[in-house]
């Protein structure tokens, strides 16, 4: 009398629980990769330049010198409040690289143009590709990456000037 | 002092739901009658038990106790009193207290109006409810416990609720959420009991529908405001954003949606019987999960407030034992059930067979868009990310049988109908949506596009189907008059949740085709003209709020010559938090609205102002809130408030 059929919806969640388990037994969960990525490369990629869709970039842009590597969105109100700080850093000399996150490259140049541009390379990862390789589960997130490409400090929310202060400043500063 | 009290109550709420798993069940499985009336005093005591909690930490909020933890992170001094009471489910611990508090409170309204039914199908009942509080309140004791105490040293203020939900819409939208998540809780349980006992018949049905009707409508309401919410407070004028938190919401809708359809027919004809069941478990295994990926973190999201891995494992585990287990319990006891009643082809059964694969189809949609960038990255295909235009996409092509069946369906007869019947009306519902639409989008449409004219064209042959409908069944056998009278609730139920899914087509349709969005520079003094609407940049202020500077932007706003509202438009840095955020002003119309949203301040003094022109969007809530209306209606039907009715059937059921 047992039927067969009736067990599909039984098959159908373990495979999919199963596949929802993985990422969280691996300790591969986003907010675990605060350590799991530091003291590593930055992974590899290949993304465009905001502005310009035939000007592509890959992880080497990351070598040579020490930076800063900010996530940001035009659907961010946080990084909206960010935006200034960041052009303050910017004028202090500091070496900025942008990462556009999951937006609207229209919006985004807009925002640019705007608020004023404070980044050297301007990365725009739509689909959100290197975002999920970092780990990035929101925005804005800021990565300090020494010059051998070498991730060494993430830091989630917005930055300012007493987040810069009380802990980034020092660990930048040690940083080849 | 009182915090402990709230924890040792919450241990206390813990115990009881064990208890009340463990007793009423032994009474079922022994005949102990003492043991099966327990299960009603046991639930009581559980409810007052974390009542006392929940209002303790309510209270510590109110008097700003930053002595607690989660107080101190979430709350601050500064903070409007009703937004230090909304702040208890500002954040994850306190939104899990909010979610077994819900859950209690729905299992009390369980125990006490359940008079009619038996003694054992009650405890069955409260006992399975007993299984899902035990496993909450370990998770929150365990893992999320928002009476953590910062002693020795606390500070002097707290850290401020985010200022995104300081906010009315935010006050209401999570317990109107949850007590639609949770709901679904009572449908579930009813499922499992009857699945215990072996016994699904339209007697079952009838117990669980006005309880997965309450449900939906808190859903139903609590999804809107979100929308509603995310439209005003977000400063980017949409409305739905497909946000993996949206859509943890929007899937356990869809599948209540399938599941109040479903059961009618149960009720009515006892066909589907065991498909309604798996729709009752599924409902709530998606609130579940929609938890779950609220909780866990492992979605990328905007809305991305707390997440934790120990958590997210937590949840699973529980989610693989409640759902995995109830599932199972459906693959062996469901081959049981028979359906008895027969139907054809052309039968309002089929098309409400075709409704719910229609809404489930949606469902996987969304399931699959939701999950898929992770899955696709757990198999090593690299990450990927499924937007907006997928989703559009899919819910375009799904809408329009949706919508063609779903204005025929109450026309249809149950068991069998006759095609030749229908010809007739069919070409007059057709004849006037398509004169409707033609003279609708005259009016109101500036151009024409060809998913403008379907959508507005699928909006009233549904308005139209349903109001013929009612001229049906009102001159059946009355005038018009008296015969409107005569309809049912249930039956003005049926009408009201079809017209409010018209108008919320309409209102998408006009919002997504007609929205004007400038993003415009205007200095002081100047003005910008678009869509017969002149909008004058009177003059820049600030303004001292209780925990936040603003600087305001006043526009006045003419319609050709005549001066029609004057708007003001916030940008808010709140103090404690740095963080800046936009407050848009609205002038919120039946046919459109305006948005203006302040910018920056560019170098050389002018301001970055994003001004919107949105047609019909108030219809996209207006739908939803028609739709709940109608749920009430249900509820309030005759056939589940009468006793003697109802028992009456019942009788006839077990004979």
Known sequence: ?176 | MLPEIGQFTLILACVLSFLQIVYPLYGVYSGHQGAIKSAKILTTLQFLAVACSFLILAYSFLINDFTVTYIAINSNSALPWYYRLSAVWGAHEGSLLLWVFLLALWSIAVALLSKRLPAESVARVLAVLGVLAFGFYLFVILTSNPFERTLPTFPIDGRDLNPLLQDFGLVIHPPMLYMGYVGFSVAFAFAIAALLEGRLDSAWAKWSRPWTMAAWVFLTIGIALGSWWAYYELGWGGWWFWDPVENASFMPWLAGTALIHSLAVSEKRGVFKSWTVLLALSAFSLSLLGTFLVRSGVLVSVHAFASDPTRGLFILGFLVLVIGGSLLLYAVQASKVKSRGRYQLASRESLLLLNNILLIAALIVVLLGTLLPLVHKEIGLGSISIGEPFFNRMFTILVVPFALFLGVGSLFRWKRQSLEELRKPLALILMVSVLSTIVFLFVFAPSLTWLAILGTFLGFWVIVAVAYEIYLRATHRHSFKVGLMKLGNSHWAMSLGHLGFAIMIIGITMTQNYSIEKDVKLAVGEDITFEQYNFHFDHVTSLQGQNYTATVGTFSVKQGQQHIVVMKAEKRIYTVQRMAMTEAAIDAGFTRDLYIAMGEQLPDGAWAVRIYYKPFIRWIWLGPLIMALGGLLMIGDRRYRSKKETMKKVGAQHV
């Open chain 1, 1 to 176: 009398m047992f039927n067969k059929k009736l067990l599909i919806p039984f098959v159908i969640f373990i495979i999919g629980a199963a596949f929802l388990a993985t990422p969280l037994l691996k300790g591969s969960d986003p907010s675990k990769l605060e350590s799991a990525l530091v003291g590593k490369a930055v992974p590899d990629f290949t993304l465009q330049d905001i502005y310009d869709e035939n000007k592509q970039y890959d992880a080497s842009i990351f070598k040579g010198q020490k930076m800063l590597l900010n996530v940001w969105a035009t659907w961010c109100p946080t990084c909206y409040a960010e935006h200034k700080y960041l052009n303050e850093l910017a004028n202090q000399g500091l070496y900025i690289v942008g990462m556009n996150y999951k937006d609207d490259r229209k919006k985004a140049i807009r925002w640019l143009n705007d608020l004023h541009d404070p980044y050297k390379i301007s990365l725009y990862d739509d689909s959100g590709m290197l975002g999920m390789d970092l780990g990035v589960y929101g925005a804005p997130e800021t990565f300090l990456i020494d010059s051998n490409g070498i991730i060494r400090y993430r830091h989630v929310g917005d930055l300012n000037q007493q987040v810069w202060d009380d802990k980034i400043k020092a660990i930048y500063e040690e940083m080849e």
